[in-house]
């Protein structure tokens, strides 16, 4: 029971469903209560212990019902197997008819005289025990450490060789060498259960890869998903690596949003409690102690949304209005040529359809850093204070107009801090047409960000400053 609960949770894990080494031992005094046998009943306990979330429930339920239904599949078929060999004996020789009793009872008295435990086990046609059998072969092997799909021959053969079959194949080589029809019958028996075994062992591998390897998969192309040049991501991967910027983002949030508050405990501020106890002659009647509060932002984003740098914006305003119970005040504007703001854009649609409507409408012009840093300053400016934390997202790359630095230094010198994010590498800058130069002293920060990562990596760094 121990190890087949230990398979399950590790299914449930490959399926990125969070469950401690506690809810582990409560599923397993769940399981010694209530048994494997009643499954509706182990589906609804085992859910209520392991599973957390209308998200991590509806994955439970595959899992279970993948998990369970093979094992009962396979215990089922051995035992199934085993009823129909042992119901019929077949006649080689029709002449021999009238010896099949007399023959069977030798064939019976030379099955118990097999020296390979496989053998035996296989004559002994029990379902269950040949399922647990090759569940603890497939675990000694590491089957569930299986990723591919071209290395499920691999582990069958290995699964079959931690059961015994070479013992077997000798036992059957010898029965070969005898001519008798007790012999040829034990033999018959044998081979069509070691065909059956292996068919179940395949089964139980293929089972495995469902279970384990397709999850790893996943996980990894969205690791390789999240490090990729988010304006080389193809359009029939937005959702996906939409997906994954929504699960970065409540990462963040649930690292960062909760605010600390210590006005009852914590630190003795000791200047404050002897001020609050001057009357007192000193006598400590009233404690002050140092609370921790946290200041979330202001956020002003600005995004160059034309050619390639339009993909990166368009997963940047995703990454911050996610971030909304953290930074509950972001204004958002982009640009082309000309700027607008397009935070009611947001508040009034579903935020993949704005999106769409504003990359429609802003994306399609030439590119003119100056011309937008002037219509900012009509739009903006003059809200900018030092709670205002301003993030430029773009390339710098002005079609050689002009830059309009000055209009970047006052956003500089009115806010807390300036972030730029430029989507190029480092040895792009100030190249060509890019006035990056013009820009970067104005910024607190100047970042390389290309992936999902890199986001998550300079938002977090964002968020820990405040």
Not at 14 to 29: G, K, M, N, V
Not at 212 to 225: C, G, T
């Amino acid at each position: 029971m121990h190890q087949l609960l230990g398979d399950f949770i590790h299914a449930l894990r490959q399926a990125d469903i969070p469950i401690s080494t506690a809810e582990t031992l409560d599923a397993i005094r769940t399981a010694q209560l209530l048994g494997l046998e009643q499954r509706p009943q182990l589906k609804l306990a085992l859910g209520l212990v392991l599973a957390k979330s209308e998200a991590h429930k509806h994955s439970y339920d595959i899992v279970f019902e993948h998990f369970f239904s093979a094992q009962t599949a396979m215990s089922h078929d051995t035992a199934v197997e085993a009823d129909n060999s042992d119901s019929t004996v077949s006649v080689v020789e029709a002449g021999e008819a009238e010896t099949v009793d007399e023959s069977s009872v030798e064939a019976q008295a030379l099955a118990e005289q097999l020296q390979s435990p496989l053998a035996l086990q296989l004559m002994a046609g029990e379902g269950s025990q040949m399922a647990s059998a090759i569940a603890e072969a497939g675990q000694s092997e590491n089957v569930n450490q299986i990723q591919f799909f071209t290395q499920k021959g691999r582990y069958r053969y290995r699964i079959m060789q931690q059961l015994g079959v070479e013992a077997l194949n000798q036992e059957l080589l010898q029965l070969e060498t005898q001519q008798s029809l007790p012999a040829r019958q034990v033999l018959q028996q044998l081979e069509q259960r070691k065909l059956r075994l292996s068919e179940q062992v395949g089964d139980y591998v293929e089972q495995q890869y469902l279970l384990y390897a397709e999850q790893k998969n996943q996980r990894q192309f969205d690791q390789n998903l999240s490090q990729i040049k988010l304006s080389h991501i193809d359009t029939h991967h937005y959702q996906r690596m939409s997906r994954l910027v929504r699960k970065a983002a409540k990462q963040l949030a649930s690292q960062h949003g909760r605010r600390r508050k210590q006005s009852k405990r914590g630190m003795l501020d000791v200047r404050k409690t002897i001020a609050a106890n001057a009357a007192f002659d000193g006598i400590q009647f009233r404690t002050r102690w140092r609370a921790t509060r946290i200041e979330r932002p202001k956020v002003m984003a600005i995004c160059d949304v034309s050619g390639s740098v339009s993909r990166m914006a368009r997963f940047l305003l995703l990454f911050l209005y996610c971030l909304q119970d953290v930074l509950p005040k972001v204004r958002s504007f982009v640009f082309a040529s000309n700027m607008g703001e397009v935070t009611q854009s947001f508040a009034k649609q579903d935020l993949e359809d704005a999106l769409a409507e504003i990359m429609n409408e802003w994306a399609n012009q030439p590119t003119d850093y100056g011309r937008a840093l002037v219509d900012f300053s009509g739009l903006a400016l003059d809200q900018i204070d030092r709670h205002t934390t301003v993030i430029m997202l773009g390339d710098a790359r002005n079609n050689n107009a002009p830059a309009e630095a000055q209009v970047w230094e006052q956003v500089y010198r009115r806010s807390k801090r300036v972030l730029w994010l430029n989507p190029e590498s480092r040895n792009s800058w100030n190249t060509g047409d890019s006035v990056m130069a013009s820009y970067a002293p104005y910024c607190s920060q100047v970042e390389v960000c290309q992936s999902l990562r890199d986001l998550q990596r300079i938002l977090g760094g964002l968020l820990k400053l405040n």
